[in-house]
């Protein structure tokens, strides 16, 4: 599959506003340690872990997820649950500087937004994510606020067909990326992630993927 040139160059937020993308580069630098230390306590209840698609594939990056419900995958389909599957318990509570960052960042996007789940990927080099919309919620009036930590990636960011040839947008630690409207249901993935060392995060990327899911 071929892919356009790279966006984030010197005019990288006026031609990803050009897809229906806000970009916010280091937007999440002043709320880091909060999420870092969020991302932790939400791991330690709930760990992280390859979850199967509905044709049994593994996939490649680890989640787990906060709030009201969580998204889960297995052979039964791809869904929400009030319960974590593995501790038949309730996901940990959505922490509040997460719920203030989306908040922020979805205003700077023209959104009044207050998210009810967070999903947490996280991504080892080699990891990566295919093609997909995020249509599991029940109102795609919401918008999609995502913020990247640790290593850098490239997210790929389509059309509203699958069939789309994708832009390549390259994140670094920090940036926050919001989506909604016209463009709530465009196909979008990460691809895999190179080798490196962040100098907080270490050699990994967690992506946390703030929705309304209910």
Same mark, same amino acid.
Request: a positive charge; charged letters at 20%; hydrophobic letters at 40%.
């Given at each position: 599959?071929?892919?356009? +040139?790279? @966006?984030?160059?010197?005019?990288?937020?006026?031609?990803?506003? #050009?897809?229906?993308?806000?970009?916010?580069?280091?937007?999440?630098?002043?709320?880091?340690?909060?999420?870092?230390?969020?991302?932790?306590?939400? &791991?330690?209840?709930? =760990?992280? $872990?390859?979850?199967?698609? =509905?044709?049994?594939? $593994? !996939?490649?990056?680890? !989640?787990?997820?906060?709030?009201?419900?969580?998204?889960?995958?297995?052979? #039964?389909?791809?869904?929400?649950?009030? %319960?974590?599957?593995?501790?038949?318990?309730?996901? +940990? =509570?959505?922490?509040?500087?997460?719920?203030?960052?989306? &908040? @922020?960042? &979805?205003?700077?996007?023209?959104?009044?937004?207050?998210?009810?789940?967070?999903?947490?990927?996280?991504?080892?080099?080699?990891?990566?994510?295919?093609?997909?919309?995020?249509?599991?919620?029940?109102?795609?009036?919401?918008?999609?606020?995502?913020?990247?930590?640790?290593?850098? &990636?490239?997210?790929?960011?389509?059309?509203? #067909?699958?069939?789309?040839? +994708?832009?390549?947008? =390259?994140?670094?630690?920090?940036?926050?990326?919001?989506?909604?409207?016209?463009?709530? @249901?465009?196909?979008?993935?990460?691809?895999? @992630?190179?080798?490196?060392?962040? +100098?907080?995060?270490?050699?990994? $990327?967690?992506? %946390?993927?703030?929705? #309304?899911?209910?």
């Amino acid at each position: 599959m071929s892919l356009t +040139p790279d @966006l984030f160059d010197a005019t990288g937020a006026d031609r990803a506003g #050009k897809l229906g993308l806000t970009y916010l580069p280091g937007f999440a630098l002043p709320f880091e340690q909060e999420l870092l230390a969020g991302i932790n306590r939400i &791991a330690a209840a709930a =760990p992280l $872990r390859h979850m199967l698609t =509905p044709g049994g594939q $593994r !996939m490649s990056a680890a !989640m787990t997820n906060s709030g009201e419900v969580g998204w889960v995958t297995d052979r #039964k389909g791809y869904r929400y649950d009030r %319960l974590d599957p593995e501790r038949l318990q309730p996901w +940990p =509570p959505l922490p509040e500087p997460f719920v203030r960052l989306a &908040a @922020l960042a &979805a205003r700077e996007a023209g959104f009044t937004f207050r998210p009810d789940v967070c999903l947490i990927n996280r991504y080892e080099p080699g990891a990566r994510m295919s093609l997909h919309q995020d249509r599991d919620e029940r109102d795609f009036s919401a918008p999609i606020v995502s913020v990247s930590l640790g290593l850098g &990636a490239t997210f790929l960011f389509g059309g509203l #067909k699958r069939s789309d040839r +994708p832009h390549r947008l =390259p994140l670094v630690h920090g940036d926050v990326l919001v989506w909604g409207g016209a463009n709530r @249901l465009a196909y979008h993935g990460v691809a895999p @992630l190179a080798d490196g060392q962040h +100098p907080t995060v270490g050699r990994v $990327r967690f992506n %946390l993927t703030m929705r #309304k899911a209910l």
